[in-house]
């Protein structure tokens, strides 16, 4: 694993813009951070050809959590989008704004 962290990859995104020189934590991090998609391509030195970044085995685990953050983040829209929070008591109603009573 410490070789791994020492290579530097090519990658290309599906809109042709491709990024040279990216260590090998920081494609962890764009992954993680869904910068860099399971689909985009990866530069495989051994076989000399563009691969999806999905079948390096190397970053499956980057992957998984890209796909937990992704739909935590949508979770988390969502929750914004439809309850309303009361800022006095915390209450959280789904379906009309808490009323506070008098």
Known sequence: MTEDK???WNVKKADGKIYS???TAVLHKWIQENRILK????WDRERKEWVYIKSM????????QAKKY????????VTRET???CTAC???DRR???????
């Open 6 to 8: 020492q290579i530097k």
């Open 96 to 102: 009309t704004r808490h009323k506070m009573p008098n």
């Open 57 to 64: 085995s190397l970053f499956a685990n980057s992957i998984e």
């Open 90 to 92: 915390g209450y959280i």
């Open 21 to 23: 020189e990216v260590d």
């Open 39 to 42: 689909n985009d391509y990866i």
């Open 70 to 77: 992704k739909a935590y983040k949508e979770t988390e829209r």
């Open 83 to 85: 309850n309303s929070i």
